[in-house]
């Protein structure tokens, strides 16, 4: 199929472009810039999800579209709510006008568990806007739909925004770890690997007019997840707890009693959150000392015989 992926070259986006690609489809990438990791069959297109010609050229002979799009942090969503209404929401419905107009087959969107409940600040406003816009779409113009539904996402390729990514870049560079909430919260977190084969799999018909949870299957409160990584580090973290309540983000469940049903889909083969985590270890203390490599498990460094 010919498949574009609004977002893709961001960390969740870019590595469904590699699915989908690795997969036989033809993908199209459109993003503010161009992916570090666009592959030679791809097709890349640099431009604003608000640019309607683009997004019309963008989806011309598309049969489905995916919308990985906008602001995704909750802090940066609270603190420049117009943007996020703008990006996010205007954005969502300039991309669903142009799949109407070139009777795309299916849309799908990425959402996330904070439409669930109250927090999630206007994060979760743009999501609960975008769904309800999509919704209507497939009820008026019969725009078949797909809204993906994630959790914690974590893995290589993401930055600071990514909570895990954080955790263990200022585990590494100060010994210590600042978190907005209590230790008592809890995550289900997914790699992003098998996010994105979900992801995949939500191609089959079965999935169209679905919302779809994806999430991971190792629920961990938060202060063993950094026990873990002072384990895996070999070092005492200090770990400074917020106990912000005005953070946005959830402590035990994003749920609160709303009729958002929708159905979980996880992967039967997952990353170890363990290994996961490793992985993400090795790859950021790679970016803080480029001038070491690897060789048979240990980390060296290039000495000059004399």
């Known amino acids: 199929m010919k498949i574009t992926v609004f977002g893709g070259s961001g960390f969740l986006g870019s590595h469904i472009c590699d699915k989908l690609s690795e997969a036989g489809h033809a993908v199209t990438i459109v993003d503010l810039r161009p992916s570090p990791w666009l592959k030679e069959s791809q097709t890349m297109l ?29 802090g940066e969503a609270n603190n420049h709510p117009i943007e996020t209404a703008r990006i996010n929401v205007l954005g969502n419905v300039t ?29 979760r406003c743009s999501k609960q806007s975008c769904e309800i816009y999509i919704e209507n ?9 797909t809204i993906l539904r994630y959790g914690s996402l974590y893995g290589p390729r993401a930055d600071n925004r990514n909570a895990i990514h954080r955790f263990i870049h200022e585990a590494l560079t ?42 991971g299957n190792q629920p961990m409160h938060v ?39 929708g159905r979980k889909l996880v992967p039967p083969l997952t990353v170890d959150l363990g290994q996961g985590i490793l992985r993400v270890m090795e790859e950021e203390h790679k970016k803080l000392y480029s001038s070491l490599t690897t060789e048979g498990g240990y980390l060296v460094s290039d000495v000059q015989e004399k």
């Open 223 to 261: 202060g063993d997840l950094f026990d873990m990584i002072a384990e895996m580090l070999g070092k005492k973290l200090d770990i400074h707890y917020q106990n912000d309540p005005n953070s946005g983000h959830y402590q035990i469940t994003p749920y609160a009693f709303m009729p958002r049903i």
């Open 46 to 74: 640099i431009g604003s999800i608000l640019d309607e010609d683009l997004v019309q050229k963008a989806v011309q002979s598309a049969d489905v579209v995916f919308n990985y799009a906008g602001i995704a942090d909750i």
């Open 95 to 123: 991309v669903l006008e142009a799949c109407r107009k070139a009777n795309v087959k299916r849309y799908i969107f990425a959402s996330s568990l904070y439409v669930y409940g109250k927090s999630g600040g206007f994060y």
């Open 174 to 215: 100060t010994g210590s770890i600042t978190y907005y909430g209590a230790p008592t919260a809890i995550r289900e977190y997914v790699h992003v690997d098998d996010a994105s084969s979900a992801t995949l799999a939500v191609l089959d018909p079965e999935f169209e007019n679905q919302n779809i949870i994806i999430t």
């Open 137 to 145: 779409y497939q009820a008026q113009y019969n725009l078949p739909y």
